[in-house]
Each structure stands twice: as structure tokens, then as C-alpha cells.
């Protein structure tokens, strides 16, 4: 059970920081089960330690011998010197959890060199409020237990998807990046609020909202997104000029384009760090 494990985050930057805070403040983990490991950055770690009152350690003192589960939460070109670093510390108890975009288990697995379950999740930093939705893919040493447990730890962040490693690159493109896209839609829908006459909170506040009723009406509902959409849009209405506004500037298009982008990237970033063909 997740309560009773102990989890050692390698990396502490935003990733890591979102799911501490989704494990502590809306799984109600306690705190002294989480430990997060930096390199050089004191100042990150005095940040995190005293933000959530978790322990946090230079890499140089890394000892994981009362840990359970290892969460890796650098960077994809940080990958191998940290698994080479890390490999005389793992030990066999741990399952290993790599939130890295693009790099696949079987290059972790081969630099660990021992069978270490090793499961990739990809979750987004919504796990900050316990919103993310995570996909879960798991290498070739995971047991049931294992996944068992990743499972548990990607729900006490958000929700959950199993997927194949071979659908991650997309997962990544539309989850991991996605909240980024919103934002960017919030950020121009607010600029344009403003520039008629909104003041910036109010702006904020309405578009952000019209985005949650949105989503959440796509969730609830047994409408798709163009049904939905079909029933704001009136003939010869705003609706209609608004869409006609974004069908002329590639709207659409350059959404699409962003995921393909982005799931590209995931792979790309495999090719560009692991020294193994690409899935
Ligand atoms: N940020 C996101 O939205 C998001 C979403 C899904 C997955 N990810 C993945 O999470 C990982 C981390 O991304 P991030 O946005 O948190 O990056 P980040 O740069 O904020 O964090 C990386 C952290 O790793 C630390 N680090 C570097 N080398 C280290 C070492 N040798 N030992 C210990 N710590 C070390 C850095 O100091 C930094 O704090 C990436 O692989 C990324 O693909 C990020």
C-alpha cells in the first residue's frame, strides 16, 4: 500500500515538485516518506524541504536503503549519467518509476544491467493539484505488484491510463505537454480580454473557468467536443465568427500540429540520448 512506502525522488524540479505536492497535500501522504534528491541546487532543496516538509538530499548523500520505490524526475540528457551514478545504490527491493519524456525502459533496464522492475509513467503537473491524468507503461522485469503500486501512486495524483510504450510518445504529446497548450490559449484569450477593456484578473478568472466548464462538459456528458461545440455555435452568431476567426488562422492545425510535434519530440529525445535503436 502507497501509505506505507517510502519514495525517493531522483531530481527535484517542477515534475517532482507536482507530484510531492499531489502525494502530500491530496493523497494525505506523510511527508517523512518522501525524500527528494538534487544535485548542486541547495537552495531548491532548502525551497522544497521547508515548502513541504519533506527530507531532501544532496545526490553525493543519496543512500536508498530504506526506500521503496524510486521515482526518476531529471532530465531525458541527464539520463545516463544519473543511472550510471545510481546503479552501485539501487537495490533489488526497488521498482523504479521513470517520469522521463522519451526514454524507454529497456535503455534504463540496460544500464542498470539488473532485472529492476522499471515502469514509465507520464503524468502532467496537474498532479500539483491532484488533477493530472497519468499514463502508465511497464518494462519487461514488472510484476503485478509493481504495477499494482504504480498504479496507486499515478491515481493518488490524477487519473490513470495503462498504455503500451509504444503509445508514450503521443500520451506525451497530448498529457504531458498539454496543460502547456491551455495555457497558451488562456494567455491570448486573456491578452485579447484585455485589450477590450477587461482588467486582467477578471480576464483570467472567466477563461479559466469557461476552460473548466468546458472540460468538465466533455467529461460528463455523452457528447463529443464537435457535438458540444456544435451546440454553442448559433447560425450567424459570435460562436460562428469566433470559429471562422480561428478556421482562418489554422486554429485547428496548429493544435494538431502541437500534439504531432510534441509526440515527435518524445521520440526524437530517445534517438538524441539513448545510444540503442529507437521502438
Ligand atoms: N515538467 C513537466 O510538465 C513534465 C511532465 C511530464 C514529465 N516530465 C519529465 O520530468 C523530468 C523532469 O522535468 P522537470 O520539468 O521537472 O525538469 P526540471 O529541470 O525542473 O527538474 C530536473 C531536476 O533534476 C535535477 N538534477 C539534474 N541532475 C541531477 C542529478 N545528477 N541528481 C539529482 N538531481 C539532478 C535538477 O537540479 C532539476 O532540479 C523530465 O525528464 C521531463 O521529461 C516533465
Same mark, same amino acid.
Request: proline residues 3%.
Given at each position: 500500500?502507497?501509505?506505507?512506502?517510502?519514495?525517493?525522488?531522483?531530481?527535484?524540479?517542477?515534475?517532482?515538485?507536482?507530484?510531492?505536492?499531489?502525494?502530500?497535500?491530496?493523497?494525505?501522504?506523510?511527508?517523512?516518506?518522501?525524500?527528494?534528491?538534487?544535485?548542486?541546487?541547495?537552495?531548491?532543496?532548502?525551497? =522544497? $524541504?521547508?515548502?513541504?516538509? #519533506?527530507? &531532501?538530499?544532496?545526490? *553525493? !548523500? %543519496?543512500?536508498?536503503?530504506?526506500?521503496? +520505490? /524510486?521515482?526518476?524526475?531529471?532530465?531525458?540528457?541527464?539520463?545516463?549519467?544519473?543511472?550510471?551514478?545510481?546503479?552501485?545504490?539501487?537495490?533489488?527491493?526497488?521498482?523504479? =518509476? $521513470?517520469?522521463?519524456?522519451? #526514454?524507454? &525502459?529497456?535503455?534504463? *533496464? !540496460? %544500464?542498470?544491467?539488473?532485472?529492476?522492475? +522499471? /515502469?514509465?509513467?507520464?503524468?502532467?503537473?496537474?498532479?500539483?493539484?491532484?488533477?493530472?491524468?497519468?499514463?502508465?507503461?511497464?518494462?519487461?522485469?514488472?510484476?503485478?505488484?509493481?504495477?499494482?503500486?504504480?498504479?496507486?501512486?499515478?491515481?493518488?495524483?490524477?487519473?490513470?491510463?495503462?498504455?503500451?510504450?509504444?503509445?508514450?510518445?503521443?500520451?506525451?504529446?497530448?498529457?504531458?505537454?498539454?496543460?502547456?497548450?491551455?495555457?497558451?490559449?488562456?494567455?491570448?484569450?486573456?491578452?485579447?480580454?484585455?485589450?477590450?477593456?477587461?482588467?486582467?484578473?477578471?480576464?483570467?478568472?472567466?477563461?479559466?473557468?469557461?476552460?473548466?466548464?468546458?472540460?468538465?462538459?466533455?467529461?460528463?456528458?455523452?457528447?463529443?467536443?464537435?457535438?458540444?461545440?456544435?451546440?454553442?455555435?448559433?447560425?450567424?452568431?459570435?460562436?460562428?465568427?469566433?470559429?471562422?476567426?480561428?478556421?482562418?488562422?489554422?486554429?485547428?492545425?496548429?493544435?494538431?500540429?502541437?500534439?504531432?510535434?510534441?509526440?515527435?519530440?518524445?521520440?526524437?529525445?530517445?534517438?538524441?540520448?539513448?545510444?540503442?535503436?529507437?521502438?
Amino acid at each position: 500500500m502507497l501509505k506505507y512506502k517510502n519514495i525517493a525522488f531522483i531530481g527535484a524540479g517542477s515534475m517532482a515538485e507536482a507530484m510531492v505536492s499531489g502525494l502530500i497535500n491530496k493523497a494525505e501522504m506523510s511527508p517523512d516518506r518522501i525524500t527528494a534528491v538534487n544535485h548542486t541546487n541547495e537552495e531548491r532543496r532548502i525551497e =522544497l $524541504s521547508s515548502k513541504y516538509k #519533506i527530507q &531532501t538530499v544532496a545526490f *553525493e !548523500e %543519496i543512500s536508498l536503503r530504506n526506500k521503496d +520505490v /524510486i521515482i526518476l524526475a531529471v532530465k531525458p540528457k541527464q539520463a545516463e549519467a544519473v543511472l550510471q551514478r545510481l546503479k552501485s545504490v539501487l537495490q533489488d527491493h526497488h521498482v523504479i =518509476l $521513470s517520469v522521463l519524456a522519451g #526514454i524507454s &525502459t529497456r535503455y534504463i *533496464e !540496460e %544500464i542498470l544491467e539488473k532485472p529492476f522492475p +522499471v /515502469i514509465r509513467v507520464m503524468p502532467n503537473t496537474s498532479s500539483m493539484i491532484g488533477e493530472s491524468i497519468t499514463g502508465i507503461s511497464a518494462g519487461k522485469y514488472v510484476e503485478n505488484d509493481d504495477l499494482d503500486l504504480a498504479q496507486e501512486l499515478s491515481k493518488a495524483i490524477g487519473k490513470v491510463k495503462i498504455i503500451s510504450e509504444k503509445q508514450m510518445d503521443v500520451f506525451t504529446g497530448i498529457a504531458g505537454s498539454g496543460p502547456a497548450y491551455f495555457y497558451y490559449l488562456l494567455e491570448h484569450m486573456e491578452d485579447a480580454a484585455v485589450e477590450y477593456g477587461l482588467d486582467r484578473e477578471l480576464a483570467r478568472d472567466i477563461a479559466a473557468q469557461t476552460l473548466y466548464g468546458a472540460s468538465k462538459m466533455v467529461m460528463e456528458s455523452d457528447d463529443s467536443p464537435a457535438e458540444l461545440r456544435k451546440k454553442v455555435t448559433s447560425p450567424n452568431g459570435t460562436t460562428a465568427a469566433g470559429l471562422q476567426a480561428l478556421k482562418e488562422n489554422g486554429g485547428g492545425d496548429a493544435i494538431e500540429k502541437a500534439v504531432k510535434n510534441a509526440a515527435r519530440r518524445s521520440r526524437s529525445l530517445r534517438k538524441e540520448f539513448e545510444k540503442v535503436p529507437a521502438l
